[in-house]
């Protein structure tokens, strides 16, 4: 059974930077084909993938938020952590991390964390 | 604005059929068959409902069913239970720029 939990701030302040985690268990971060996600959702609006990270050590990430994201993993923690740089008010969400099979899709999620952006 | 577009709202009543759209463009949703569903209900995080277009993860029941023509994809729910009223998301692959886009999603309401 794969489950995954994000954890980390609930407030941040404006121009921090953010630091989530995302601790896993179910599958390994080094298996072929496999990867580790994180997509987010403002309160009452849509999804919007942010960034993921392939086993081996790929990186992808959204074109609009390239430059403020890094997103790293810690195979012998089954941890993966993504950090937002700069953070604004409008970056408040939910932030959720999920496991992405090989196939090319998002197929476990985590139960989420909000993060608030407020000084 | 999501990259991919979906009605903000759907309905039906118990037992009937429902289809919901997402379009895209032919960099996303024309251009591979990676269009994703998720469901989900308030409070919670989404469920992979279909993946690959058509395919269904195993514990899904098989009134949901999905379907792609051109830069369209659509997401059925057939016999519709109560227990279906969520918020439905669209994605697609979208190259490995852009990767995975999202749909704006769908407030499914059962009547």
């Known amino acids: 059974q794969i489950t995954l939990k994000e954890s980390g701030p609930t407030l941040v302040k404006p121009t921090q930077t953010l630091t989530l985690t995302c601790t896993f268990s179910g599958f390994s971060v080094s298996t072929s084909g496999v990867g580790v996600g994180w997509i987010r959702q403002p309160p009452g609006k849509a999804l919007e993938w942010l960034a993921l990270i392939y086993w081996d050590d790929d990186k992808r990430y959204s074109p609009s938020l390239k430059s403020r994201l890094t997103i790293t993993k810690d195979t012998s923690k089954n941890q993966v952590v993504l950090t937002m740089t700069n953070m604004d008010p409008v970056d408040t969400a939910t932030y959720y991390c999920?496991?992405?099979?090989?196939?090319?899709?998002?197929?476990?999620w985590g139960q989420g964390t909000l993060v608030t952006v407020s000084s | 604005q999501s990259a991919l577009t979906q009605p903000p709202s759907a309905s039906g009543s118990p037992g009937q059929s429902v289809t919901i759209s997402c379009t895209g463009t032919s960099s996303d949703v024309g251009a591979y068959n990676y269009v994703s569903w998720y469901q989900q209900h308030p409070g919670k995080a989404p469920k992979l409902m279909i993946y690959?277009?058509?395919k269904r993860p195993s514990g899904v029941p098989g009134r949901f069913s999905g379907s792609k023509s051109g830069n369209t994809a659509s997401l059925t729910v057939s016999g519709l239970q109560a227990e279906d009223e969520a918020d439905y998301y669209c994605s697609s692959y979208a190259g490995s720029n852009n990767f995975e886009v999202f749909g704006g999603g769908t407030k499914l309401t059962v009547l």
């Open positions: 690959d277009v058509t």
């Open positions: 999920a496991h992405w099979p090989g196939a090319l899709t998002f197929d476990s």
